[in-house]
């Protein structure tokens, strides 16, 4: 018998029924059911997401913030950016964009224009970056003959999870003396895109549709699942995927004393060269684990 094999049916015989893709689907009588968990169940899993431990700044015996940038056209990142349709899929497949933007219609979600979080902004603050109103030939004749512009001559283009390219993260790593070891915490996401009113255009200017500070984001992020393609019956939530870094990123930005400038703004037009450099950042903050504990 091979005991590996035993060890791994235990652990998934031991996961919550939260974790199953569609949840009483086996003991569904309508498929109205499907998915829905009664209170006493809810009790009983108690999934919430992993609580971050108290980090004292006295703790922090060292520490660099980064962006990085996470391409949705890698294999590895599929997760974030499937399914982008949902007209023939269930309710609990939504891609990660799609979870984010509806929270921030709804009001659970709070937006930012950048990543220092100093300015908030609501939904309807995001419908110029989200949404661009255009008016044809025949609607720009009947406004000049003081006729009310039919809606047949106005188009609109909105922004979906199919056009999001990339994710933006800001993490910071640090050293924790308590511990004595280098950790991660993210600290906020932004879903990146065409710039809406140039998006069939043949380069349109890439640009940051809104910030989440990601801490706020956990519980719902936590309630959406990802879908696994090992074994469906098991997926993960949002949250676990990109606590866990489950995902291939590159680094854009450091903090550093020239304004926290990217990459790009001192070596321009090499992308080779670029991507050199954010290896050699990656790299300065491994050794920097590895001086500590250096005598």
């Known amino acids: ?96 964009y799609h979870v984010l933007i509806k929270n921030l219609r709804e009001g659970k979600l709070e937006a930012y224009t950048d990543s220092y979080f100093t300015e908030k902004r609501t939904y309807n603050d995001l419908a110029g970056a989200l949404q661009s109103v255009d008016t044809l030939d025949y609607g720009y004749e009947q406004m000049n003959a003081g006729e009310q512009v039919s809606a047949e001559y106005i188009t609109r283009r909105n922004i979906t999870a199919g056009e999001i390219e990339e994710y933006h993260i800001k993490g910071m790593w640090y050293f924790d003396k308590r511990q004595g070891e280098l950790k991660y915490r993210l600290l906020g996401i932004a879903p990146v895109a065409p710039d809406v009113n140039f998006i069939d255009d043949d380069n349109p200017d890439m640009v940051e549709l809104f910030w989440v500070w990601y801490p706020d984001a956990r519980e719902i992020l936590h309630e959406a699942k990802v879908f696994n393609q090992q074994n469906s019956a098991q997926p993960i939530s949002f949250d676990m995927l990109l606590n866990a870094r489950r995902f291939n990123a590159v680094i854009y930005k450091e903090d550093n004393v020239h304004g926290d400038r990217k990459v790009s703004d001192y070596i321009a037009d090499n992308a080779l060269f670029q991507l050199l450099e954010a290896k050699r950042i990656k790299e300065t903050i491994r050794d920097r684990e590895q001086d500590m504990w250096a005598y």
Do not use: C, H
């Open 1 to 96: 018998m091979n005991w590996k094999n035993v060890l791994i049916m235990g652990a998934v015989t031991l996961l919550p029924a939260s974790m199953i893709a569609q949840a009483n689907i086996l003991n569904a009588k309508k498929p109205e059911d499907i998915g829905v968990r009664t209170e006493e169940q809810k009790a009983v899993d108690n999934d919430a997401p992993l609580e971050y431990g108290y980090v004292d700044d006295r703790d922090i015996l060292w520490s660099k913030t980064l962006w990085e940038t996470i391409d949705l056209d890698e294999r590895v990142n599929f997760p974030l950016y499937y399914p982008t349709d949902t007209m023939d899929i269930g309710k609990n497949r939504r891609s990660l």
